[in-house]
């Protein structure tokens, strides 16, 4: 037997699969694909998350849509996380060409175009499927983590947590904890130290302080409701095909920490609402999060955490999470030793430093009688990939060198007219549209502040000496009046720039 059959029959034996797969390409070998050697990746497998990696330009955009076109014909509904806005030409049927013709012959793969159900979200102003959560619903520990808190911080977004529900004040929006905040700080002191403890008005500022930096980023356009309900990323089209749901954060690239704390709150809902899938015969969901390394970069060690055992837990809900980055190491390696799929396009070596992690690269590789993985990945061309996955035993597959099938929808990004027809006809779209502002928190306190105010006005009116209220009944109301506005000026400054003042003369 040649070693080119000897091969074949390897890479056969290693990627075969007794139920349903999808075929990323065929596997090379000396620089030459061979027909018959398919590398296969199984459904069942797929909850077990992934890793795409490699250089700009090396084909990795091509490789989520091909894996994204193969979810949804199966029936998986997919997310994609969308930083570049690259995404989403997927809606659209693609153009056979030539190359594609040649490339789809070497790999001996048949090759027709096709286009999928796409639904366009965002966490922005952008045109889509608006995305929001209610403080509510993050809960008083992820909450927490979000904003990097420590114990003593933590406490205190507990008891106002604690607070609220105890007065049945929903917590809805940013507006609604910031208004917390300042009304335990000010008005609620007494009442919250009677009943939950002190509470340090410099702990307060710290919260403050970090809940406007979220806010800076764009999270108030995040909290509030309608909340997304998860079920809806679940969609099946009436073809029988997963939708693909494109989350465009193309004008959030600067705002990690908004974008975190979507995926986040994203990933915590989907555990908590899914039940528990076991060993299925494919997931329930497919998640791809590009440019990961924006998230680990600005995370905290607490919220790295968080992510990590999300990531562990998840997969027996059947959703699989995908990271996309351009060098692996980027992802930390308690997240990296979860992923079962791992496709590496090439990486480029220009430095000592670029030598080293192609080194460090390779020894998540298993290794391979018929490759130097640490050569091949400087030498991979554009649209070929190392690839190693697990098979329906949970055994990593042999390392292939991979000539990765072209994608059957467009290869190219939608127009904004285009975009628009997609919003036009979402069912979606018209759902959650409408920004509720339902009474909560902030309208609540604003009512007690008012009491309270009027309370005071009142007894104010009672001390004053008998003798000015009978001479003259209308100099009383004028007096009373005047002492109300003090009254309501002065606790509208503090309630609205209390404790900011007190932040920024510190």
Do not use: W
């Not at 806010?215 to 969609?235: I, K, N, P, T």
């Not at 290869?411 to 779209?429: A, Y």
């Not at 104010?460 to 000015?468: G, L, M, N, R």
Request: net charge negative; hydrophobic share 40%; charged share 25%.
């Amino acid at each position: 037997m040649s070693k080119k059959e000897d091969f074949a029959k390897h890479i056969t034996e290693g990627y075969s699969s007794k139920g349903e797969s999808i075929t990323l390409g065929g596997a090379i070998l000396d620089g030459e694909a061979l027909l018959d050697a398919h590398v296969k990746i199984p459904l069942k497998t797929l909850n077990r998350h992934g890793l795409i990696a490699g250089a700009t330009g090396t084909g990795k955009t091509k490789t989520i849509q091909v894996l994204s076109e193969q979810l949804s014909s199966f029936g998986i509904p997919v997310l994609m996380m969308d930083i570049k806005g690259d995404f989403s030409g997927i809606a659209k049927e693609g153009e056979e060409k030539p190359f594609i013709t040649e490339r789809h012959a070497k790999i001996n793969i048949p090759y027709s175009t096709a286009s999928f159900p796409v639904e366009i979200l965002t966490l922005s102003e952008q045109n889509g499927v608006r995305l929001r959560a209610t403080i509510s619903e993050f809960g008083p520990v992820l909450f927490s983590r979000i904003l990097n808190l420590n114990d003593t911080q933590s406490g205190v977004i507990s008891v106002i947590f604690k607070y609220c529900d105890d007065n049945k004040m929903p917590l809805l929006d940013l507006k609604d904890i910031k208004k917390v905040i300042n009304y335990i700080t000010e008005e609620g002191k007494d009442e919250i130290e009677e009943h939950y403890g002190k509470i340090s008005t410099s702990t307060t500022g710290t919260i403050l302080r970090k809940i406007i930096e979220l806010e800076q980023q764009g999270a108030d356009l995040f909290f509030g409701e309608m909340s997304f309900d998860v079920e809806d990323l679940m969609r099946i089209d009436e073809n029988g095909k997963g939708y693909i749901n494109i989350l465009r954060l193309t004008d959030i690239q600067d705002k990690p920490k908004l974008f975190s704390t979507f995926m986040l709150s994203l990933l915590a809902e989907i555990y908590q609402q899914m039940p528990e899938k076991g060993d299925s015969d494919q997931p329930e969901l497919v998640i791809f999060i590009d440019e990961a390394h924006l998230i680990f970069n600005e995370a905290s060690k607490t919220l790295l955490e968080q992510i990590e055992t999300i990531v562990k837990l998840i997969r027996s809900k059947g959703i699989g999470i995908y990271f996309i980055t351009q060098n692996p190491m980027d992802i930390p390696s308690g997240v990296l030793a979860q992923l079962g799929l791992k496709i590496q396009h090439a990486l480029r070596a220009f430095t000592a430093n670029d030598r080293k992690a192609i080194k460090q690269t390779a020894d998540n590789y298993p290794t391979s009688d018929y490759y130097k993985t640490d050569e091949i990945l400087t030498s991979l061309g554009i649209g070929e990939a190392l690839v190693t996955a697990l098979n329906e035993k949970g055994i990593p597959t042999p390392l292939a060198a991979t000539m990765m099938r072209a994608p059957m929808s467009r290869m190219d990004i939608l127009t904004e007219s285009e975009i628009q027809e997609i919003n036009n006809k979402s069912k979606l779209v018209k759902k959650y549209s409408e920004l509720i502002d339902r009474e909560s928190a902030y309208e609540m306190l604003n009512k007690k502040i008012t009491n309270i105010e009027e309370e005071a006005a009142e007894k104010v009116q009672q001390k004053a000496p008998e003798k000015k209220q009978s001479s003259d009944p209308s100099t009383a109301s004028v007096v009373g009046k005047s002492v109300l506005k003090v009254l309501t000026s002065a606790t509208f400054i503090r309630g609205a720039f209390g404790v900011l003042s007190k932040m920024f003369k510190k």
